[in-house]
C-alpha cells in the first residue's frame, strides 16, 4: 500500500503494480483451493503463488516474506506505511501527538479504501493462522510510534514516557477500529476509524477538562 501513488517514483511504482500482482494472484488461489474453512491456507503455497504471477520464488521473496504476509496482511509493511504517514506530518512541523493520530488515522483511510486489503484484513482477523501475527503487529505499532517520537518531545518532557503514551493511545484507535469492523465487516471501515477516533477525542476532552471534571483534579483526591 502506497502512500501516494504520485508521489512515487516509476521503479516504485512497477514494484507496487507486481506487488498487487502476487497478491491477487495469492487470493485468487486461496479462494479456489477451498478458503479458511476449507483447507485453503495449507493447500496454497509460495510455489503456487510465484508460478500464477509468473515469477520465480526466489522473485516471490523480494516482495514478501512469508505467505501469511501475502495472503492474509504484511503486518511489517503496515507498519512501515503508519510510520510514513507519520513522517510527513512531524517534518509539516505537527506536535508528536498530533502527527501520530493524524497520520494514523490518514494510513487507515487509505488502506481501507482498496477492497483487496478490507478482504484480506477480514481474512486475517478470522484466522486463527493470523492471531500471533495480529499481537505482532500491535507490538511493533507501538515500537515503532516510541522510536520515532521521541527524538521530536523535549527532554524536559520526559521523552521516552510521553512517546510511550502516545503510542498506546494513537494505537487504541487502530484497536477500537478493528474491534468495531470485525463485529459487523460490511460496515464501512473508514466509519469505524472515524468513529474511534471521536471516541479518543471526547475521551481526551474529558481528561483535559479544566475545574472539578478534569483529570488533574481527580488525580489530587487519590
Known amino acids: 500500500m502506497a502512500a501516494n501513488d504520485n508521489n512515487m517514483t516509476p521503479a516504485e511504482r512497477r514494484h507496487e503494480r507486481q506487488r498487487r500482482i502476487i497478491i491477487e494472484a495469492a487470493t485468487e488461489l486461496f479462494d479456489r483451493n477451498g478458503g479458511e474453512d476449507g483447507g485453503g491456507y495449507a493447500a496454497t503455497t509460495i510455489e503456487q503463488i510465484a508460478d500464477r504471477s509468473d515469477i520465480s520464488v526466489r522473485t516471490f ?3 514478501f516474506e512469508t505467505k501469511d504476509d501475502v495472503i ?3 503486518v511489517r509493511r503496515a507498519v512501515e506505511d503508519q510510520r510514513r ?3 510527513n506530518r512531524l517534518e509539516e512541523g505537527l506536535p508528536p501527538e498530533t502527527a501520530a493520530l493524524v497520520g494514523t488515522i490518514e494510513q487507515a483511510l487509505v488502506f481501507s479504501g482498496d477492497p483487496l486489503n478490507r478482504k484480506r484484513l477480514e ?4 484466522s486463527r493462522n493470523f492471531a500471533a501475527r495480529s499481537a505482532s503487529w500491535r507490538s511493533m505499532q507501538r515500537e515503532m510510534l516510541e ?3 521521541t527524538p521530536h518531545i523535549p527532554a524536559k518532557s520526559d521523552p521516552e514516557r510521553r512517546a510511550k503514551a502516545i503510542a498506546w493511545l494513537t494505537s487504541a484507535i487502530f484497536d477500537c477500529s478493528i474491534a468495531d469492523w470485525q463485529s ?4 464501512d ?3 469505524c476509524v472515524k468513529n474511534a477516533a471521536n471516541d479518543l477525542n471526547q475521551a481526551l ?4 477538562a479544566s475545574g472539578k471534571a478534569g483529570l488533574t483534579a481527580l488525580l489530587k483526591k487519590l
Open 61 to 63: 521473496f523480494r516482495y
Open 72 to 74: 492474509y496482511l504484511d
Open 85 to 87: 504517514f507519520i513522517q
Open 123 to 126: 481474512r486475517g482477523l478470522k
Open 147 to 149: 522510536e520515532l517520537l
Open 184 to 187: 459487523n465487516p460490511k460496515t
Open 189 to 191: 471501515f473508514r466509519n
Open 205 to 208: 476532552g474529558v481528561i483535559n
